[in-house]
Structure formats: C-alpha cells, structure tokens
C-alpha cells in the first residue's frame, strides 16, 4: 500500500455484519497481515504462534471483561475471524496491540518497555485538537487504513486508524470525541482486564468527554496505556494501569498536553520495580543496554520544548511537532525497531470534525483530510 493512499472501509450493520464485511472485502490483506503477524511471534519468542495463543489465553483471562464491557465488539471480532476465513484465537490476539506485548516480555525474560507513539493537545482556542504519530512494529506497514464505522440505531459515526483485520489504533467520531494512545508498559498490567483496542472503540461510541472519562474509570484495564483524549471543549491526559486512573489535566496558563511513553504521575509499577530491581542485580549489562535503547526522555523533552512554544498549535504546527527528527519524535522505516505507521491530526470541531492523517511518517507523506 502507496504511504500517500489510505484506503477507507465503510461498516454497516450489526456488530457481526460489520465484522463480516470487513473480513470479507479484506481477506486477502487480513491472510497476509496475520501471517506477518505469526513470523513475528516466532522470531520473537521462539514459539510456535499456536503454541503462544494458547499459553497466552491460558494465563490471562481477558474474556470476561471484553463481554461485560464490548459484547458488541467481541461479536464484530467474531465476524472478522468468519468473514476472512481465519481462526478466531489469531483474530482476537490481533485485537491486543498492548497485551500481546506485555505478554511476549513474560514469555521471554519478564517484561520490558516498548517505544511505541507520542501525542499532544490543545484547547487553548476554544478548538480543540488532538494529535499523535502512531509508532508500530514494521510488520504492520503496508496494511494501513481507516474504517468509517456507523453504530446501529445511533447518530455516532466513526473514523479509526488501524490496519487490516484490527478493530482499531486510534480515532474520532462525528460528535467531535476524539482518542490518542501511547503505551506506558512500566505501569502495572491487568491480565483480566479490558484490551485497549476494544476500549478506543468503545470511547468513540460516547458523545463527550464527560461520558468518556466516566467510561474510562468504571472499567479494568488490562494494559500500561497513556491516552490523549477530547471533545470540542476540552481536552485531557489519562494515565491507566491495573488499579489506577491518573488525569492530567492541561497546565492552566497553556491548555496543551503531550507524553511518550513513561508515567508521569500514576506510580502504579510495583511489578516493573521489582523487574528492575533484580534485573540491576541478576544482569545489569542487560538492562543498562535496554535502557540506552530508550527514546521515551529525549521525545518527551522535544515534546515539552515544541509544545509549549509561544506559537499557535494548530493542524499546521502539530504536524512540524510530529515531524521532528532531534529525538526522534518521527521514525523511519530503518529495518528494525518501530516505525511511524500513520500521523493523525483531529480537529474536535463541534461542527465539522475532521481528521488529518498521514499513512506514514508526517515530514515525508502527504496527508488527507476526512470528514463526516
């Protein structure tokens, strides 16, 4: 898939129509994206990707959570895994952009920190807007796209970023609620929790901020996950772990927010503590080298340096923002590492939200415009 062309989905229907009909139209993409996706898991763990579904779902329990909080979701996963012809365990592991990895670190050694994604807001204009650079495993390129999701019986229409057979990355809907995420694997998981995934869909079914941030704290989650989250009046930071929910409002004098990927005020990471605690022990070499493999600092204080900046921070300056190469904030495809899949830009407009999105690193691709 060219970076400049994103291809759109439109979702009609029942949750399993619409599952259904996505892995229908992308059989083709879905096969050749899990396969990826199974390559990776073997590279990765030395397991067989069978064999790691089936310890995975042994020790965590993530169902119950999934069908008291997205049963309709869960339903649309079920159409996915029907419509494309693949098995339901691949299908749903596909919908864990969070939990696999945490996973993956227990498999081989424990649990490490990914550099996965950073974000910013504003609603210093009485606008708001959200924005981020969607940093993901190389695996996932090529198979970049936005499905335009219609709720049944609903005014909510959404658009998500996400890649073939995947419920979603990240989005807005047409009520002006928008979602921005970032991994923060040091906090605490849960493994009975909520996948992220299925909690950005169910985020873009709400019609403010208020219903958003009530969502947000009534549910478990199962992941160390940092969201930028808004509506037209405002917006605001979440730091989420196992058993808390941190907000972190906009300074008053700015009204913007950005993070990386390391907790700035949720101090729930008693077991990533105790991982380094032993690791400095048992093999500080190792962890000496992960740690200067981190990009998380350096991003968040070029963040820190752009964002708060005395210029307007509108579509034009997130995009420069996002682009920079100094930490970098912006990643290229460099045949190892993350890359920056997709740059997305939402204007929380009351009236005309629109989403801005590159489908691919944002100093070098183009982006288009898409509204409701």
């Not at 996915?80 to 945490?102: C, H, K, M, V, Y």
């Not at 996932?140 to 990355?169: I, N, W």
């Not at 196992?242 to 993070?259: D, G, L, N």
Request: aromatic fraction near 8%; charge should be negative.
């Amino acid at each position: 898939m060219a970076l400049y062309k994103m291809r759109v989905l439109e979702l009609k229907g029942t949750p399993r129509q619409r599952g259904r009909q996505h892995g229908e139209e992308l059989r083709e993409e879905i096969g050749r994206h899990l396969d990826l996706y199974r390559e990776n898991i073997q590279q990765d763990t030395g397991l067989d990707a069978q064999v790691f579904f089936d310890r995975m779902y042994a020790e965590t329990d993530f169902m119950p959570a999934i069908e008291k909080y997205a049963p309709d979701l869960l339903e649309e996963v079920r159409g996915i895994a029907e419509g494309s012809g693949r098995n339901f365990d691949e299908t749903l592991a596909r919908q864990l952009s969070d939990e696999d990895p945490w996973f993956r670190q227990i498999v081989k050694f424990g649990r490490a920190v990914p550099e996965n994604c950073s974000c910013l807001g504003t609603s210093e204009t009485g606008r708001s807007l959200i924005a981020q650079n969607m940093d993901s495993p190389l695996y996932y390129d090529g198979f970049q796209m936005l499905l335009r999701v219609h709720e049944p019986d609903s005014d909510v229409e959404s658009l998500v970023f996400t890649v073939a057979g995947k419920l979603s990355l990240a989005g807005m809907n047409n009520q002006g609620v928008g979602i921005c995420c970032n991994t923060v694997l040091q906090l605490d998981f849960n493994p009975r929790g909520l996948p992220e995934d299925f909690i950005v869909r169910k985020v873009l079914q709400q019609k403010n901020l208020e219903a958003v941030l009530a969502f947000m704290k009534s549910i478990p989650h199962a992941s160390g996950q940092n969201y930028v989250i808004g509506d037209p009046k405002r917006v605001t930071d979440l730091e989420c772990s196992a058993h808390k929910v941190v907000e972190i409002p906009p300074q008053p004098e700015t009204q913007r927010v950005f993070h990386t990927n390391h907790p700035l005020q949720n101090d729930d990471t008693r077991s990533w503590n105790a991982l380094m605690e032993r690791g400095e022990r048992e093999a500080p070499q190792m962890v000496a080298q992960m740690k200067a493999r981190q990009t998380t600092f350096d991003r968040f204080v070029a963040l820190k340096r752009d964002v708060e900046a005395d210029l307007p921070l509108d579509v034009r300056r997130a995009a420069e923002i996002l682009s920079d190469h100094t930490a970098p904030v912006c990643l290229h495809h460099l045949g190892k590492g993350n890359y920056t899949l997709g740059c997305l830009i939402m204007e929380l407009d009351a009236q005309s939200p629109r989403l801005n999105i590159a489908g691919g690193p944002p100093c070098s691709t183009p982006f288009r415009t898409y509204t409701f």
